[in-house]
């Protein structure tokens, strides 16, 4: 697969595809949790989610339990926890797995030499810029806040 919007990925909502409808879209993808001490970074995903989106930005988030599960939660229950705890209106996926012999293949794409930014999925948070076409522009580590100056740069030179 040569673009990030080519991977099937279900939604949270049962949608069978959510990346493709995100074709064209500047993307932060993140791995997310709801019982991590990084979880308030949804309040930041989300004003990003809120500001940028008219101008062909989104964010999407990957559920996971593989660090110290802390995305205990079925669909269901993380879908109302964003929802009211955060007024998440960004795309969310089922959970998934971000590393090991189950990785899922957008986590494959996006942590593989050829088409992303090598190495393990290191806790929560983790964050990923994907470009309009498709490829992966940078990664930032899990305590990067969704507010870094570093992050916006990004995401403005790449709107």
């Known amino acids: 697969m040569n673009s990030f919007h080519?991977?099937?990925v279900r939604a949270i909502d049962g949608t069978p595809d959510?990346?493709?409808?995100?074709?064209?879209k500047v993307t932060?993808?993140?791995?997310v949790a709801s019982e991590c001490g990084l979880t308030p970074q949804y309040a930041g995903l989300q004003q990003l989610q809120r500001e940028l989106q008219q101008?062909?930005?989104t964010v999407v988030g990957f559920p996971c339990n593989q660090f110290a599960q802390q995305e205990p939660g079925d669909d269901a229950a993380i879908a109302a926890f964003c929802s009211t705890r955060y007024?998440?209106?960004f795309p969310l996926s089922t959970k998934l797995?971000?590393?090991?012999?189950?990785?899922?293949p957008v986590y494959a794409f996006l942590t593989s030499p050829q088409t992303g930014i090598a190495g393990d999925i290191s806790w929560n948070?983790?964050?990923?810029?994907?470009?309009?076409?498709?490829?992966v522009l940078k990664r930032y580590p899990p305590p990067t806040p969704p507010q870094d100056?570093?992050?916006l740069q990004d995401i403005a030179e790449a709107l």
């Open 6 to 8: 080519d991977i099937l």
């Open 18 to 24: 959510l990346l493709g409808p995100l074709r064209g």
């Open 28 to 31: 932060l993808a993140v791995n």
């Open 55 to 57: 101008h062909d930005f």
């Open 87 to 89: 007024a998440v209106s």
């Open 97 to 104: 797995e971000v590393n090991g012999p189950q990785r899922h």
């Open 125 to 135: 948070f983790e964050k990923f810029l994907i470009g309009r076409d498709g490829r």
């Open 149 to 151: 100056n570093g992050i």
